[in-house]
């Protein structure tokens, strides 16, 4: 595959700007029809019929930049509101703001000093209900949020709506059911013709460690998905061309937010680390 020549082509696409009905982040699209979330892997339509309410955007606002500034603390209470909403979306984008504090919290432990001292005593507290900023309690509450997604959308019967079918597959993927997740790509790929199809059997074949990744790969780079690069690069990870790993997930952060490429430069940075030894 030539990594290089898609690199070179992302520094050239124009891209528009569109907004995620699920966690309310900016989102780069260079297909006309729509892309997906940096942020939750969402797919965002350029003409979306689902839209956020204000409440819910503002909260998505407010939280995102708290992330971005370290206050945790604030991020939480922006966020915590919104696990009330009844909209399946909207759970969906909380869980994944859950998890990405989660992430966040977990790689601010100094593991050079003792784990009951210091700053690691708040964010290694095994006893998560007295500090709602521990890493495992907001991985707990990512999940009760994904959960309450998918539940949500049973409960409606909204089961055959692709958008709906398609966030009980993301959810799952998040939660890594992969058994699950297996068969609802197998229910998307029986209606052939949405949007998300492509993206859906490129994430579960990456992340299952399934054959013909880069037949998937090729369509989505083509077409200047961003989101693509990511599993471009994760491809490489798991072939531990690490250098390759990270030119890619450079560029991506050259180009926008993502926590997960963020998350896999981190790993990548220390298998290199513990490599070099």
């Known amino acids: 595959m030539d990594v290089s020549g898609y690199l070179k082509r992302l520094d050239k696409i124009k891209f ?11 989102v780069l699209s260079a297909n006309p029809a ?7 892997e969402m797919y965002v339509a350029s003409d979306a019929e689902h839209k956020m309410d204000s409440s819910a955007a503002t909260a998505f606002t407010a939280a995102h930049e708290a992330t971005i500034k370290g206050d945790l603390v604030s991020a939480i209470g922006a966020i915590a509101p919104l696990e009330a909403s009844a909209d399946p979306l909207v759970l ?14 977990y790689h601010g432990v100094n593991y050079a000093l003792g784990g009951f001292m210091y700053s690691n005593a708040d964010k290694r507290n095994d ?8 890493s495992m309690h907001l991985l707990s ?17 909204k089961g055959d709506d692709w958008l709906y079918l398609y966030t009980k597959f993301i959810s799952e993927m998040k939660l890594k059911r992969l058994a699950h997740v297996h068969l609802l790509l197998n229910e998307l790929n029986k209606q052939r013709q949405t949007p998300v199809n492509p993206y859906s059997n490129l994430a579960y074949t990456i992340r299952a460690g ?3 990744a880069e037949k998937l790969l090729r369509p989505l ?9 990511y599993y471009l690069a994760k491809y490489l990870a798991d072939r531990n061309d690490l250098s390759g ?5 450079i560029k991506i952060s050259s180009r926008t937010r993502m926590p997960m490429a963020d998350d896999l430069m981190l790993k990548a940075k220390e298998i290199s680390a513990a490599t070099a030894l």
């Open 92 to 105: 969906y984008g909380v869980g994944n703001v859950y998890m990405v504090l989660s992430d966040y919290t």
């Open 16 to 26: 528009s700007e569109e907004t995620c009905p699920s966690c309310n982040s900016a």
């Open 245 to 249: 790993t990270q030119k890619v997930l």
């Open 141 to 157: 509450k990512a999940k009760e949020m994904m959960y309450a997604s998918i539940f949500t959308i049973n409960k409606a019967a």
């Open 221 to 229: 780079l083509d077409i200047g998905e961003i989101n693509a690069y």
């Open 210 to 212: 399934g054959k013909n």
């Open 34 to 40: 729509g892309a997906f979330c940096h942020f939750c």
């Open 127 to 134: 006893e998560y209900n007295k500090n709602s900023s521990n």
